[in-house]
């Protein structure tokens, strides 16, 4: 249809409709609310007006059209009573629709405009950072005496993080230099690379910082990194357990070496003792 179409067309459009079905209970609950507590003031007013003797709130209907129209959307007040008077099937119509119209939909709009100048403030303060963070992190390599523009190796990298200005560059993004270190190592191991980019240790300094939101490629990483110390941690046990072994395996060998030789020197030590005694027999 036209309509589905039209929603189709403008996504925009189809999130409003989403959002006030969503919103629908809400709105419901807090018209009734709104109601209750016009009829409640209506009563009060209505209390006070027979005790003063004015009659400026004659009934009840009346009060609470009053409170609506002249309290809550006073902006409107004329145009619905001067419509109204000719007929009243008017009045449901014209405040069903500056509700709806004015009330809601404006108030969305407000919501949605602080939504988008919120993302885009943060989408700019984060522009703000990294354009800072390349900055400063730029002036110092160069003073160090580090070319900014070609790669950095192992070497290099392990040199100038321990620098106590790039330390305050670090912390104040926000960052742990020993994750950084760390990550930069673990990209040597496992890429097997020539070097890394000015702009890539930007990016890996600014994807350290404490206040950041975990992402699915954070966790990835960090599996990535499980399975490496994983690894390393088994090649490292299995290099101690080998040695283990054959240092036992070469002392228990000595150990029954020493035990054969001994067993040796033991049946020697007795042949000879049974040939002194049948010497001696047939000697006697």
């Not at 409107?76 to 009330?103: E, T």
């Not at 950072?129 to 160090?144: D, M």
């Not at 206040?211 to 110390?229: E, F, G, Q």
Request: charged share 25%.
């Amino acid at each position: 249809s036209r309509v589905a179409r039209l929603l189709r067309s403008v996504p925009e459009l189809l999130i409003l409709v989403k959002g006030l079905k969503a919103a629908s209970r809400s709105v419901v609950v807090f018209f009734i609310m709104w109601s209750l507590m016009i009829y409640i003031y209506a009563l009060f007013l209505r209390m006070v007006d027979v005790f003063d003797e004015q009659l400026l709130f004659a009934t009840i209907p009346q009060t609470m059209n009053m409170l609506l129209l002249r309290g809550i959307l006073p902006m409107h007040a004329d145009f619905i009573f001067s419509s109204s008077s000719d007929n009243y099937l008017y009045w449901p119509i014209l405040v069903s629709f500056i509700i709806l119209a004015f009330v809601m939909l404006m108030n969305m709009l407000v919501g949605v405009s602080v939504e988008v100048i919120t993302a885009v403030a943060s989408t700019e303060r984060e522009g703000i950072t990294v354009l800072e963070l390349a900055t400063h992190l730029r002036e110092t390599l160069t003073e160090l005496g580090f070319e900014t523009e070609g790669y950095f190796t192992k070497d290099m990298i392990s040199s100038f993080i321990e620098q106590p200005s790039i330390h305050g560059i670090v912390d104040r993004v926000g960052a742990d230099l020993v994750a950084v270190f760390d990550l930069c190592t673990q990209q040597f191991e496992e890429r097997d690379m020539e070097g890394i980019k000015f702009e890539e240790l930007v990016e890996m300094i600014m994807s350290l910082r404490g206040t950041n939101n975990a992402k699915v490629k954070d966790v990835k990483a960090l599996l990535r990194s499980m399975r490496s110390t994983m690894r390393e941690v088994e090649h490292n046990l299995r290099v101690v357990l080998y040695e283990e072994l054959n240092e036992i395996r070469q002392q228990m060998y000595d150990t029954m070496k020493a035990q054969a030789a001994m067993m040796q020197d033991r049946d020697r030590d007795s042949d000879d003792g049974s040939l002194v005694r049948k010497d001696t027999l047939w000697s006697q």
